[in-house]
């Protein structure tokens, strides 16, 4: 989006990701900052691309020192981690644009389009672990778009930098495209 002329703000949760100048980048290290952070410029977004992998679950209370090993086994009560993609689904207005992902292992289309639907976004982009070159490790990926009018673009497994080129493109040409 930079490339193209965008002001681009990022969220980053902890990554070794170096990050080219002229992108405002926010660092978080939790979910739970990860949300506000999102809240907080979610209204002045036109387009927002949320690519993130956070955590479904949170461990309830945080240790403020080390657990030390016992012989009893330990229990780590969970909670649900604040849904970001639905709470910016939620508070969208007509006039944005919401991209999530999903990565999914299994009855993959199903899914995807079930959070689509579920989150109000826009785009949902479907991320594959059955695919060669796909997914997380690899340099590579591929990806399938779905529109929540219906339409699907699939992709051939290419660079990372390609695929962003890729949903760009995608959402310039369904969204802001002149027809």
Not at 45 to 71: C, F, G, H, L, R
Not at 74 to 81: A, C, E, N, R
Not at 90 to 113: I, R, S
Not at 129 to 154: M, V
Request: overall charge positive.
């Amino acid at each position: 989006m930079k490339s193209r002329g965008g002001d681009v703000t990022l969220v980053l949760g902890p990554s070794g990701i170096k990050v080219n100048g002229g992108i405002k980048v926010i660092n978080v290290t939790s979910a739970a900052e990860m949300l506000n952070a999102c809240e907080e410029h979610f209204a002045t977004s036109d387009i927002t691309i949320m690519s993130a992998a956070v955590a479904d679950y949170t461990p309830s209370q945080v240790a403020m020192e080390k657990i030390k090993k016992t012989e009893a086994d330990l229990t780590v009560p969970l909670t649900k981690t604040k849904d970001i993609l639905k709470t910016l689904g939620g508070l969208k207005t007509k006039k944005q644009v919401l991209v999530g992902f999903a990565l999914e292992t299994n009855n993959e289309t199903e899914y995807a389009l079930q959070k689509l639907q579920s989150k109000n976004a826009d785009m949902i982009v479907l991320n594959s672990l059955q695919d060669a070159g796909a997914g997380f490790g690899h340099d590579t990926n591929k990806i399938t778009i779905f529109d929540k009018t219906g339409k699907t673009y699939p992709f051939e497994v290419k660079s990372k930098k390609e695929v962003a080129k890729d949903i760009v493109n995608t959402i310039i040409q369904q969204f802001y495209a002149k027809n």
